[in-house]
């Protein structure tokens, strides 16, 4: 029965814009509403909501990480495929731009009695930031 499982996984990795991955792949770890979830050749079907957060696939002997916000993941034993508001590459991601949408999202949300600012939205706001600096710290790992 061991003979009949998938070796790899096709992965692929797309967002309204654009196609961002389609890659051969040995594992992938994506953040899932509930909680991140880890898919290897063989798993069982399923489908996930995403959250923001850091998304990994191992080619090889290289993990690759990107930050992806809200969408879709559907696994199949053999293939993942993302659907995804934003997806962006480690070596992608602007550091500076980043740490600035950080520091405002925090100076919102500093501002809790101001009725006038959307906390919800700061606190998403950051959340994107935080993954985006985590994710962009992966160049060169």
Same mark, same amino acid.
């Given at each position: 029965?061991?003979?009949?499982?998938?070796?790899?996984?096709?992965?692929?990795?797309?967002?309204?814009?654009?196609?961002?991955?389609?890659?051969?792949?040995?594992?992938?770890?994506?953040?899932?509403?509930?909680?991140?979830?880890?898919?290897?050749?063989?798993?069982?079907?399923?489908?996930?909501?995403?959250?923001?957060?850091?998304?990994?696939?191992?080619?090889?002997?290289?993990?690759?990480?990107?930050?992806?916000?809200?969408?879709?993941?559907?696994?199949?034993?053999?293939?993942?495929?993302?659907?995804?508001?934003?997806?962006?590459?480690?070596?992608? +991601?602007?550091? @500076? &731009? =980043?740490?600035? $949408?950080?520091? %405002? #999202?925090?100076? *919102? !949300?500093?501002?809790?009695?101001?009725?006038? +600012?959307?906390? @919800? &939205? =700061?606190?998403? $706001?950051?959340? %994107? #930031?935080?993954? *985006? !600096?985590?994710?962009?710290?992966?160049?060169?790992?």
């Amino acid at each position: 029965m061991a003979d009949s499982l998938p070796s790899h996984i096709q992965l692929e990795i797309v967002t309204p814009d654009h196609p961002v991955a389609r890659e051969v792949v040995s594992a992938v770890t994506i953040p899932g509403k509930g909680g991140y979830l880890g898919i290897l050749p063989g798993h069982a079907p399923l489908l996930s909501e995403l959250k923001m957060g850091e998304l990994a696939y191992t080619r090889g002997s290289f993990t690759h990480y990107l930050a992806v916000s809200w969408g879709f993941a559907e696994v199949l034993p053999d293939r993942v495929i993302i659907l995804a508001k934003t997806a962006e590459r480690a070596a992608d +991601i602007n550091v @500076e &731009r =980043a740490e600035r $949408a950080r520091q %405002r #999202a925090e100076e *919102r !949300l500093a501002k809790f009695t101001d009725l006038s +600012i959307d906390m @919800e &939205r =700061a606190r998403a $706001a950051l959340e %994107r #930031a935080q993954t *985006r !600096l985590q994710v962009a710290r992966r160049v060169g790992s």
